[in-house]
């Protein structure tokens, strides 16, 4: 039970670092071959089979001229509730 925890934990840090990294290279634009948009990818490969069927429910919310996407919020939410159940 114990390496389960530990495994959500990772994960759920692995999320909040794909929020992260996803906003500092969308708005910092940074180039295609720079190493953090390299990072951003590889997270982005564990973290968006997960988010997809969220974001089928769920659609981008439109402000103005950009989507905000709630998904990450929703997965982190259940992510915390899983926690506290399993551990």
Same mark, same amino acid.
């Given at each position: 039970? =114990? /390496?389960?925890?530990? #495994?959500?934990? &990772?994960?759920?840090? !692995?999320?909040? #670092?794909?929020?992260? +990294?996803?906003? !500092?290279?969308?708005?910092?634009?940074?180039?295609?071959?720079?190493?953090?948009?390299?990072? %951003?990818?590889?997270?982005?490969? *564990?973290?968006? @089979?997960? #988010?997809? @069927? &969220?974001? *089928?429910?769920?659609? @981008?919310?439109? %402000?103005?001229?950009?989507?905000? =996407? #709630?998904?990450? &919020?929703? +997965? +982190?939410?259940?992510?915390? !509730? /899983?926690?506290? !159940?399993?551990?």
């Amino acid at each position: 039970m =114990d /390496l389960i925890c530990r #495994l959500l934990l &990772i994960y759920n840090f !692995i999320v909040i #670092l794909r929020i992260i +990294l996803g906003m !500092i290279a969308e708005f910092g634009r940074v180039p295609w071959g720079h190493p953090l948009r390299r990072i %951003t990818d590889l997270l982005a490969k *564990a973290v968006d @089979p997960v #988010l997809a @069927p &969220i974001r *089928a429910v769920m659609p @981008p919310v439109r %402000t103005g001229g950009f989507a905000l =996407d #709630l998904s990450p &919020i929703v +997965l +982190l939410i259940g992510l915390g !509730i /899983l926690l506290q !159940i399993i551990c």
